[in-house]
């Protein structure tokens, strides 16, 4: 597996707060993402980066921001946590641009919101 | 937003039977990836297939691309306890633009009884 960590590995909060999770690669990969994996809905793409300072919106971003001001660093924050933001997030990197490259997924961040 | 179709979502099997999952989605796909979720880990990526019709195996596993690209199967010849996990297929999102974001299957969730 890729160098992907993401931390923090586990975390509980109360509604309302903010909560920045960090994942970090040492794979020198261009594109870095991020998703929430709920049951029943599989893995969903919150928002990507496809290079330092650009980023996209994925298919569930709403309520969620990201910022990526190093090539091995992609930060997710949620500026107000919601009940409905409580997921196991997980945070992948590809290494070149087009189809041919997998993914490689971190360990996963489990996320509840009180 | 462009879907695709996972069947079964569970499937429970006695360990040496066979099991298949498939894909199908109602466009046409350019190619497909295969992942696999052990319980409380992170997806790993098995496989990619790009060309109509073509058949990868990897071991016990066999993997299909169908002829008009809309659907794909992954096949396990006598299951053993560590195929325990989930599959997931995830085509690249066509609705969101490029290759570089992908569109994951619900995924099927295999068991294994010894």
């Known amino acids: 597996d890729a160098g992907i960590t993401q931390s923090p590995r586990h975390k509980v909060t109360e509604t309302g707060t903010p909560v920045t999770l960090r994942c970090h690669q040492t794979?020198?990969?261009?594109?870095m993402y991020w998703y929430r994996q709920d049951p029943g809905h599989g893995l969903r793409l919150i928002h990507y980066s496809y290079g330092v300072k650009d980023t996209d919106k994925g298919e569930v971003s709403d309520g969620y921001s990201v910022s990526r001001s190093k090539t091995e660093d992609f930060l997710l924050t949620l500026e107000s946590a919601t009940s409905s933001q409580t997921s196991v997030y997980f945070c992948a990197s590809k290494g070149g641009w087009g189809a041919s490259y997998e993914q490689y997924f971190g360990p996963g961040t489990r996320l509840t919101v009180t | 937003g462009q879907q695709v179709m996972q069947i079964p979502q569970y499937q429970h099997v006695q360990e040496g039977e066979d099991f298949t999952t498939y894909c199908n989605s109602s466009?046409?796909?350019?190619?497909i990836q295969w992942y696999k979720q052990r319980p409380g880990g992170h997806p790993v990526f098995l496989i990619q297939?790009?060309?109509?019709?073509e058949v990868k195996k990897q071991k016990r596993l066999t993997f299909q691309f169908g002829e008009a690209k809309k659907n794909s199967s992954l096949h396990i010849t006598a299951t053993q306890t560590t195929d325990v996990g989930t599959y997931f297929c995830?085509?690249?999102?066509?609705?969101?633009?490029?290759?570089?974001?992908?569109?994951f299957g619900k995924g099927t969730k295999l068991t294994v009884n010894p």
């Open positions: 297939l790009v060309k109509s019709g």
């Open positions: 794979e020198n990969h261009r594109y």
């Open positions: 466009t046409t796909l350019s190619n």
């Open positions: 995830a085509p690249p999102n066509i609705t969101q633009g490029g290759s570089e974001k992908l569109v």
